[in-house]
């Protein structure tokens, strides 16, 4: 056995979400589900504590409110001051729309409505929050735990959504160790990221399996996860339950920016319709993300399809007394169960459409039919939201199933699993290709002779062919490496730096595109350090420019490892030479 393996270590997960966050707990010396802690004591307003399995994903800045000391975040934020919330969006902002996106986001990400302090960029942010975050976790770790924690090592597992850009994953993981994960001296800390799709399979599917019955092995399951923000779909075929749970990706993961915040815009979009500059003019504190008003929103939207009456929400508007804003005085205004609909409908459109899809893709790839989707992350827990899903695939014998525990917490719940190894997906799809631009030899009657040019070393080429090192759907394991071999005209004493961009593609791996076209999206460049490279074994040839030499190598792209993202080695005469950085494009 491995030090790895036999070596005592705390685990904690660790879901950021774009509305709320929660974590939960186990030491590696424990089984299984029964065993996790979940967080469910926070800092509260005014120096008390409030009892929740997760806390409110916002911080307020001392900086932007005179009246406080400090940064305030979570249940701590007093009320009526300005708060920064829902910026985990902002961290993707520069991704592609995909057609299950919520239509409003982008326009009021470009109006401003979700804003970040001046000077400070959506991973600042991030960043800072996350920073409260980890030194909870570190406070609650050490009232257990005592000077004991100084001595053990923390796997940390953040969840991230499926859709997101490799950039995304990126700044998550920046943002996470500037916030102190994995940062402590004279241990063995670690950041590791998984699908919150994926953690939410995990622990909802280890939750039923203790139902006999309830799942079987082999069955086909969806797990759609309706965060604050995004849905995410992960399709799996059940391949054991004991004496561990180990899934199989059917198809890449699908999702879009159409989560319960979309509800939320719904209102606000209602609002300014009807009640105009009455409602605009009022502040943040008044109507933005953590008001009472939006509190008592947020309620409604757990007790809407339920039997439980809906709360009058309180929000004083200088307007006068209508149908819905039924005393002015008071500032009351109370919604019905046909305005509600109005404001869920749009929403669920999209997530029925994003299950359908992956219901297809699954069958698609597998030839058998889904016959259960699990939904988890808070906006599953709604009433409402699995009626219409049911009503909708019964047609299908498709069962909707929430875990018996909270969906809320399943994916933190999950993460903990994943890094127990008490669970697994042990073959997943990938969710996009990639591949880098080639010159290929000119070809007489294939090529058209315009294009081509001539290098330095007499050969013919022809620009702009796609190499693709990974197709859309390929399957990745923990352990899977893609080589990709590369010839380059380098310069000798221009530099240090080997920079070759990388490309990927969100189209399906059949309609993958041969040459390079608006359908293929420049990830970053892929920055290889030349300085340990001996360039005498290569061929030369001086020229006008200066002495250039054809450099052979390889760039090995990492998938599937237990950090959650994509890494790269250089590589010569088939030995690594050092490791690769990226940088990212920045979209225009």
Request: net charge negative; charged share 25%.
């Amino acid at each position: 056995m491995t030090e790895d393996k036999v070596r005592h270590h705390i685990i904690v997960g660790v879901d950021y979400g774009t509305t709320y966050s929660g974590v939960s707990i186990i030491p590696s010396s424990k089984a299984g589900l029964n065993d996790i802690i979940q967080c469910d004591t926070w800092t509260g307003d005014g120096g008390g504590t409030t009892t929740a399995l997760k806390t409110p994903s916002r911080i307020a800045y001392s900086s932007e409110n005179g009246q406080l000391r400090e940064n305030q975040w979570g249940y701590g934020i007093e009320p009526g001051v300005r708060q920064c919330a829902w910026m985990k969006l902002l961290l993707d902002k520069n991704a592609k729309a995909s057609p299950f996106d919520d239509p409003d986001l982008k326009s009021d990400i470009d109006a401003g409505l979700i804003s970040l302090p001046s000077g400070k960029t959506a991973e600042d942010v991030t960043s800072d929050y996350l920073k409260e975050l980890y030194e909870h976790i570190m406070q609650t770790l050490r009232r257990k735990m005592g000077g004991v924690l100084d001595l053990t090592d923390i796997r940390f597992w953040l969840t991230k959504p499926a859709i997101w850009s490799d950039e995304a994953e990126s700044q998550t993981l920046r943002a996470a160790k500037k916030a102190g994960f994995g940062s402590r001296p004279n241990v063995k800390d670690e950041i590791c990221l998984i699908l919150e799709p994926e953690a939410g399979a995990l622990a909802s599917i280890t939750s039923l399996k203790r139902n006999h019955g309830a799942v079987k092995l082999k069955d086909s399951v969806i797990i759609c996860d309706c965060g604050g923000g995004t849905v995410d779909l992960t399709a799996y075929i059940i391949e054991a339950l004991t004496p561990k749970l180990s899934l199989r990706e059917s198809c890449p993961p699908i999702g879009g920016k159409c989560g319960g915040t979309s509800v939320d815009r719904q209102l606000l979009n209602w609002m300014t319709k009807r009640y105009g500059e009455a409602f605009l003019e009022l502040d943040e504190k008044s109507r933005g993300p953590g008001s009472e008003f939006m509190k008592g929103f947020e309620l409604n939207k757990k007790k809407f399809g339920t039997n439980v009456p809906l709360t009058a929400l309180s929000l004083q508007m200088d307007h006068d007394e209508d149908e819905f804003y039924t005393d002015p005085d008071e500032g009351t205004l109370v919604l019905n169960d046909e305005t509600m609909k109005e404001f869920f409908e749009p929403v669920i459109d999209k997530i029925k459409a994003l299950i359908q899809k992956q219901i297809d893709s699954a069958k698609e790839a597998t030839g058998q039919d889904v016959n259960k989707v699990l939904l988890v992350g808070g906006f599953g827990d709604s009433a409402y939201l699995k009626s219409r899903l049911q009503t909708h695939l019964q047609s299908q014998k498709i069962s909707v199933h929430v875990p018996h525990q909270s969906s809320w917490g399943a994916v933190a719940k999950g993460a903990v699993l994943r890094g127990l190894e008490a669970a697994n997906v042990d073959m997943r799809k990938s969710r996009r290709s990639y591949g880098i631009v080639l010159n290929v030899d000119y070809v007489e009657g294939v090529h058209d002779r315009s294009e081509s040019f001539t290098n330095e070393f007499g050969r013919v080429l022809v620009p702009n062919f796609m190499e693709w090192a990974i197709r859309k759907g390929t399957e990745i394991t923990d352990k899977t490496r893609v080589s990709i071999p590369l010839e380059r005209i380098v310069y000798i004493g221009q530099g240090t730096e080997l920079r070759t961009t990388l490309y990927c593609c969100d189209e399906d791996a059949k309609t993958t595109p041969e040459r390079k076209n608006e359908a293929v999206k420049e990830v970053g460049c892929i920055i290889s350090d030349l300085s340990g490279v001996d360039f005498s074994s290569f061929e030369k040839k001086r020229t006008p420019h200066g002495d250039v030499v054809k450099l052979k190598f390889e760039i090995l792209i990492i998938l599937g490892g237990r950090q959650g993202t994509v890494s790269f080695q250089f590589c010569v005469g088939g030995k690594t030479v050092g490791t690769a950085d990226i940088e990212f494009a920045k979209s225009t």
